[in-house]
């Protein structure tokens, strides 16, 4: 069974940066997705961001595309979430996710496994 822990969140002024990880225990087959969701209170979790585990293919939400970028490390088996330009309106809770299909899908519902979450704050 898979495992997810996100690290990395914090506290960051406008325009700074952050990165995110994502450390994944048990095995990580090639037929997976993993992705980055964020969440407000109040609001619907929303997706950011995905890559293949196969071959990198990445997929962003337009709200962060050529801000953040994605990418995984297959020896440490880990994910990463790096957040430049960042903006107000990126607080949130960030969450780590696999779907074991490669799909680059961004609903949540094609995602088993989720970790506990990682709070970034953005201060204007």
């Known amino acids: 069974q898979v495992q997810l822990v996100e690290s990395g969140g914090g506290l960051v002024q406008a325009g700074g940066s952050l990165r995110l990880s994502c450390a994944a225990s048990?095995?990580?087959?090639?037929?997976?997705?993993m992705a980055w969701f964020r969440q407000t209170p109040g609001q619907e979790r929303e997706f950011v961001s995905a890559?293949?585990?196969?071959?990198?293919?990445?997929y962003y939400a337009d709200s962060v595309k050529g801000r953040f970028t994605i990418s995984r490390d297959i020896g440490k088996t880990t994910v990463y979430l790096q957040m430049n330009s960042l903006k107000f309106e990126d607080t949130a809770i960030y969450y780590c996710?696999?779907?074991?299909?490669?799909?680059?899908?961004?609903?949540?519902?094609?995602?088993?496994?989720w970790g506990q979450g990682t709070q970034v704050t953005v201060s204007s």
């Open positions: 048990g095995r990580i087959f090639n037929s997976y997705t």
């Open positions: 890559i293949k585990w196969s071959t990198s293919s990445t």
């Open positions: 996710a696999a779907d074991p299909l490669p799909r680059l899908g961004t609903s949540p519902r094609n995602y088993v496994v």
